[in-house]
């Protein structure tokens, strides 16, 4: 298990307005470069899964969904799935430019708008979000738009808002999920 710093806001992707902010970069290739370099792993996507919190679990899924070459399985938890209804918040615009400026750059670059990216097969999905969390409505619509799209996914919801008491429940369920993707004969 490795846990990166994903910094307060780097959304875990590119920047294309600051060459500083090169999160997609670092967790998706150098990181795992550097861990199949230096530990024992199994060294392809059947070995690697990614899951996150809140502005992580976007990342957890946009990285997924951009790399079904390195990860097999991903997990959200309370993901901030769409940025779009935050044009000011979390330092989005400082990453990406302002979305009345760059409105396809935001689109490109929140999950809600990349299933179509996902292959079928690629990816073992699990998401799940508090019902009383801020992200709800968008984590549900998610949930629905992989549903209409015929992507497999677990999606779960128990009470519980946008904190760590939700968050240490949670992470039991993302390691079930994990184990039993690692462990599953193929």
Known sequence: MVCPDGNVTSWYFDSPVDPEWKYETYVAKELV?????????????????????SMG???AL???IKHQDVYGAVGSMSGGVDIKPFPNGWNISKRLGTEDEFPERWKQNSVIDMIYRIKPGSLAIAIEC??????????VRLHDELSYNNIPHDFTTRPGVHNWDYW???????????????????
């Open 33 to 53: 470069s550097y861990v199949d370099e230096h530990y024992k792993t199994i060294a392809e996507k059947k070995g690697r899964g990614i899951t996150g919190l």
């Open 130 to 139: 508090g019902t009383e969390d801020f992200f709800y409505k968008m984590n």
């Open 57 to 59: 679990g976007h990342g």
């Open 62 to 64: 946009y990285l997924a």
């Open 168 to 186: 240490a429940n949670a992470i039991k369920f993302q390691s079930v999920f994990l184990s039993n993707y690692f462990n599953a004969k193929p």
